[in-house]
């Protein structure tokens, strides 16, 4: 099969993916519970970065504009809905946690911010009803499905732009944890953006994508990392015994600090640009 076709990566997809299941992914409990410790990841340098490019990117390409609808999707605490409500007409922020809902809510409150309309919703669910200029999505896994790319084509009028993995995350202590409890090395099956890429590429379109190599520090507290560290293992297995969490809480005891090297990946599509 050529790899210039959408069947060609809709079934790489298929294949690459065995451990990072949908079902996860979408478990509102779980990004409910990664809501309490957004806060400690907001104060992080990594933050500022992620945080920052988009809105620099987007005004570079005069695309953002006072009459403009904006949808954020997997708006979290609303990490970029807020920044994007500067610039736009309005601002639809969802997400499937009530926890960061509230957050954003907060935020908006406390800001007294008036074109923010938030909802709480599985967007694998949503029966979408409206079109945005511009589709918002920022490091959520539910861009580990192509499903999502096809939906996010059909609800953006025109622009969509999206942050995510670009195969690197390697944080020694996640990976000892791991092996130590599934007794074999992790291994990194979640869809690339590079894919994403290829995938609207195959279908036609003509996206642009860059990349940032990052070093993510994290200050080392021991409970908020234990607390990090059994909520993303809860991505591979539903709970972990007790004996799993104390030896994940041995790992962390001879470790020094909390280190990640990744490669984030930017990718900006007008879908009115089109590939040759």
């Excluded at 069947?7 to 409990?29: L, P």
């Excluded at 409150?109 to 008036?114: A, G, P, T």
């Excluded at 096809?150 to 996640?174: H, V």
């Amino acid at each position: 099969m050529e790899i210039f076709t959408p069947e060609f990566w809709r079934n790489y997809i298929k294949e690459r993916k065995s451990e990072f299941k949908t079902n996860r992914v979408a478990n509102k409990n779980l990004w409910d519970e990664a809501a309490h410790f957004y806060k400690d990841f907001e104060k992080e340098s990594s933050y500022s970065d992620i945080k920052k490019l988009p809105i620099k990117f987007l005004q570079e390409k005069n695309v953002l504009h006072s009459n403009m609808s904006v949808a954020d999707i997997a708006c979290g605490p609303g990490t970029h809905a807020l920044d994007l409500a500067q610039h736009c007409r309005e601002v639809f922020a969802l997400d499937i946690s009530e926890d960061m809902i509230n957050n954003l809510k907060e935020k908006i409150s406390k800001n007294s911010i008036q074109n923010i309309t938030v909802s709480c919703k599985d967007f694998f669910k949503e029966d979408f009803k409206n079109k945005f200029d511009l589709v918002f999505v920022s490091m959520s896994p539910i861009l580990n499905e192509l499903e999502t790319i096809d939906k996010l084509l059909d609800i953006s009028r025109r622009y969509i732009f999206l942050i995510f993995w670009a195969g690197k995350r390697e944080n020694t202590i996640f990976n000892n944890c791991y092996k130590a409890i599934f007794k074999k090395d992790f291994k990194w099956d979640i869809l690339d953006i590079t894919a994403i890429f290829n995938y609207l590429y195959s279908l036609g379109y003509s996206p642009s994508i860059f990349y940032k190599n990052m070093k993510w520090y994290s200050n080392f507290d021991f409970e908020s990392v234990y607390n990090h560290i059994v909520w993303h293992m809860k991505f591979y297995k539903d709970e972990l015994s007790e004996d799993e969490k104390e030896k994940i809480k041995d790992i962390l005891r001879n470790s020094e600090k909390s280190e990640t090297n990744v490669r984030i990946g930017y990718l900006f599509l007008d879908k009115e640009e089109y590939s040759e």
